[in-house]
């Protein structure tokens, strides 16, 4: 079992990147994914989350209307797209599938948004 993000980086106030959450191993298209971030001294939150077919998802409220999660079950990959990013988003962002009562985690990817 095996999820992988990439995408992450440093990017000026009020820019976008999108991160990417590659998953091998499991069955993927019946996991819900989430994304969580956590920051320097601060406990890890849920950004957003995707049903297992897409049809559901929901948001923090810190990041509605900026951030977009999705998901293509061909490919086995989650993304999240973020834009109008803002220093407070700097963090560590995690990928998360879900099942019942089985869960798997990436091992993260950093996003610093500083000017």
């Known amino acids: 079992v095996q999820l992988v993000e990439s995408g992450g980086g440093l990017v000026q106030p009020g820019g976008s990147l999108r991160l990417s959450c590659a998953a091998s191993?499991?069955?993927?298209?019946?996991?819900?994914m989430s994304w969580y971030r956590q920051a320097p001294g601060n406990k890890r939150e849920l950004v957003a989350s995707?049903?297992?077919?897409?049809?559901?998802?929901d948001y923090a409220d810190s990041v509605k209307g900026r951030f977009t999660i999705s998901r293509d079950n061909a490919k086995e990959m989650a993304y999240l797209e973020m834009i109008s990013l803002k220093p407070e988003d700097t963090a560590v962002y995690y990928c998360?599938?879900?099942?019942?009562?089985?869960?798997?985690w990436g091992q993260g990817t950093q996003v610093t948004v500083s000017s």
């Open positions: 998360k599938a879900y099942h019942l009562s089985s869960s798997h």
């Open positions: 191993g499991f069955t993927f298209n019946i996991y819900g």
């Open positions: 995707i049903a297992s077919n897409g049809a559901y998802t």
